[in-house]
């Protein structure tokens, strides 16, 4: 017991000091445990060692690891066919003119949509609607970033499938031969302590918060870059009907107009009430940023520049690339028309738009001539991109490449995600299956390339859990956990199960902010279910505790995977963490103290 006990701590100051790759640490654990027991072997009563390298490595086949890598799946699924993006442009929409709504409706969204779906892909995708907000309502990203991590923490406390930790917690108790979780077993007290920690996340948190903008924003907002584009409007346009005053559409706010070229007619600035019509050419100006945004709405809005024949489709529908290149000095290029080029031909590629620096451009796409410098956005399949490197004429920028969604698999995307979770909420189906199937259907379907759904499992999940199960196996079986409840209970000796609920609830929110939700969900839940049996009370009250203090690893970055997302965007440092997440977690520690012994009649 005491070799586990200093194995698990040694782990543990590996995990925090972070001078080792966490899977290092996981599968040295892992190593260093049934290399031990081999030595010192535990015999249950048939002579079988109980801890032997079978029992041991279980955790790489646990159905809530594998649950937890399944939904990460079907989260990028979901964020790669442009779903949550679209999603979290209504949300802007609907806030109109009100900041302090639209961040309240993106907050609550986020925890809606978390309470269904893995945190992580959630925060991916809601983190540039932040951004938005903070361009739109002139605040700083800082003030609202981390309240975007802890809203969808506090989201995935809900249900069964909303956090990685809950599965775990429940995985847990089936190790000890208790039942597990149902999908709504906890949904209640999680919809309390979600309403107390979003009134804080809006009313208290940014006053908290500092303001911090990175030096690349402030150069960005003096000068940032645009690209001159086209649009084509053809039979069914959202734009047909569209009108132009003071060179904004109506329907393309971002997007600035040069031109609108009508048959043989050019209509220049200024505008007032201009209707478009089909078959107009408009020429405009637009950031990256917001010609991203109209390919995900409308795949074919931009007009191919160079005007040669062909491959339209590609320009639609399968994988879809943007980067940028630049026209390379001496290139064969530079003086001659886009569409004297055969640019297009030659790479497979669509120019979408021109960017040169210090001058207004006013001509349509393929007429400009280019110079040495002119910077192209460019669109096409992701090996033809990678092609442009060996292309003399051009020069890719690094960092450029972006993925565009595969919007015309949107709607299948969006069913199989329904499917997965009725399934799972409805009992019919095991909830690791129904993950399962999803991310099957996922790559199935064409949402997602085997390659990119390889890509959204997490290498640090799938080492660090069955670390953390084989040390709470090893704790479990030596008696481990039975001493530290007894320690604890003796801690709180002469107290009633509500007081004692509160303490587990305490001391594993501290422990979870050292080590990480998933890590505590599985060491604490066998201490938490000795601490019920000491004081006669229900293991799962008390696993219930453990789910929700696992969720409140909120006081520094490490607690809690999306807490990493946001600091590098929000700009923040470690201590901003616990400035603003120490209180939150007392404030949950209080209200679940309150709530918990009354709602279960403790």
């Given at each position: 017991m005491w070799a586990t006990f200093v194995l698990i701590a040694g782990a543990l100051a590996f995990y925090v000091w972070e001078k080792l790759a966490i899977e290092i640490t996981s599968i040295a654990v892992i190593c260093v445990l049934i290399a031990f027991f081999l030595a010192f072997p535990l015999p249950a009563p048939d002579g079988r060692n109980q801890l032997d390298a079978e029992r041991l490595l279980r955790g790489f086949a646990n159905p809530a690891l594998i649950t937890v890598l399944a939904l990460l799946v079907v989260g990028q699924g979901m964020v790669r066919t442009g779903v949550l993006d679209r999603v979290a442009r209504v949300i802007i929409r609907l806030g109109g003119a009100h900041g302090w709504?639209?961040?309240?409706?993106?907050m609550a969204a986020a925890m809606a949509v978390?309470?269904?779906l893995n945190n992580v892909p959630v925060v991916v995708i809601f983190i540039p609607v932040i951004q938005v907000l903070s361009e739109k309502l002139n605040r700083p990203a800082s003030k609202m970033m981390m309240g975007l991590s802890f809203a969808a923490v506090l989201g995935g406390s809900v249900t069964l499938i909303g956090s990685g930790s809950n599965l775990l917690v429940s995985s847990a108790l089936l190790e000890m031969g208790e039942q597990g979780f149902g999908f709504f077993d906890f949904t209640v007290p999680g919809l309390v302590l979600?309403?107390?920690?979003?009134?804080?996340?809006?009313?208290?948190?940014?006053?908290?918060?500092?303001?911090?903008?990175?030096?690349?924003?402030?150069?960005?907002?003096?000068?940032?870059?645009?690209?001159?584009?086209?649009?084509?409007?053809?039979?069914?346009?959202?734009?047909?009907?569209?009108?132009?005053?003071?060179?904004?559409?109506?329907?393309?706010?971002?997007?600035?107009?040069?031109?609108?070229?009508?048959?043989?007619?050019?209509?220049?600035p200024p505008y007032h009430d201009f209707t478009i019509e089909m078959g107009d050419l408009v020429v405009a100006v637009a950031s990256r940023k917001a010609l991203s945004d109209i390919l995900a709405d409308d795949p074919g809005i931009l007009h191919a520049a160079a005007g040669e024949p062909g491959g339209e489709d590609a320009h639609q529908r399968g994988e879809r690339v943007i980067a940028e290149v630049?026209?390379?000095?001496?290139?064969?290029?530079?003086?001659?028309?886009?569409?004297?080029?055969?640019?297009?031909?030659?790479?497979r590629c669509f120019v979408l738009g021109v960017q040169r620096r210090a001058h207004m451009i006013r001509s349509r796409l393929s007429d400009i001539v280019l110079e040495s410098?002119?910077?192209?956005?460019?669109?096409?399949?992701?090996?033809?991109?990678?092609?442009?490197?060996?292309?003399?004429?051009?020069?890719?920028?690094?960092?450029?490449?972006?993925?565009?969604?595969?919007?015309?698999?949107?709607?299948?995307?969006?069913a199989i995600f329904l499917g997965v979770v009725v399934l799972a909420a409805s009992g019919l189906f095991p909830v690791v299956g129904a993950a399962l199937l999803g991310a099957v259907a996922m790559t199935v379907s064409g949402a997602l390339s085997l390659q990119q759904a390889s890509r959204a499992l997490d290498s640090k999940i799938y080492t660090m859990i069955p670390a953390a199960l084989a040390m709470g196996a090893a704790m479990q079986e030596t008696g481990g956990a039975q001493f530290l409840a007894q320690t604890m209970t003796m801690a709180t000796v002469g107290a009633g199960p509500a007081v004692v609920l509160s303490f587990t609830f305490l001391i594993a929110a501290i422990l979870a902010n050292v080590i990480g939700s998933n890590a505590c969900a599985v060491l604490f839940t066998p201490i938490a279910a000795g601490l019920a049996a000491e004081v006669g009370a229900d293991p799962?009250?008390?696993?219930?505790?453990v789910v929700f203090a696992a969720n409140a690893g909120l006081a520094?970055?490490?607690?809690?995977?999306?807490?990493?997302?946001?600091?590098?965007?929000?700009?923040?440092?470690?201590?901003?963490?616990?400035?603003?997440?120490?209180?939150?977690?007392?404030?949950?520690?209080?209200?679940?103290?309150?709530f918990a012994p009354w709602y279960y009649g403790l």
């Open positions: 709504l639209t961040i309240a409706i993106v978390s309470a269904v979600a309403g107390a920690g979003l009134l804080y996340v809006l009313l208290v948190m940014p006053r908290l918060l500092p303001e911090k903008t990175s030096l690349a924003q402030r150069i960005m907002a003096r000068s940032p870059r645009n690209f001159l584009t086209q649009i084509s409007v053809g039979e069914g346009s959202r734009l047909v009907g569209a009108t132009v005053v003071g060179g904004v559409i109506n329907k393309l706010p971002d997007v600035r107009v040069r031109m609108i070229v009508r048959g043989e007619r050019v209509v220049t630049m026209v390379a000095p001496a290139s064969s290029m530079a003086g001659l028309r886009l569409r004297q080029t055969g640019f297009q031909l030659r790479t410098g002119d910077v192209l956005l460019v669109q096409g399949k992701a090996a033809d991109i990678e092609a442009l490197r060996a292309d003399r004429n051009v020069v890719p920028l690094e960092w450029s490449t972006e993925e565009l969604p595969v919007v015309h698999h949107a709607k299948l995307a969006a799962h009250i008390f696993a219930i505790a520094t970055p490490i607690g809690y995977q999306t807490n990493v997302l946001v600091m590098g965007p929000g700009h923040y440092r470690f201590a901003d963490y616990f400035r603003a997440g120490a209180p939150l977690v007392v404030l949950l520690w209080i209200v679940f103290s309150l």
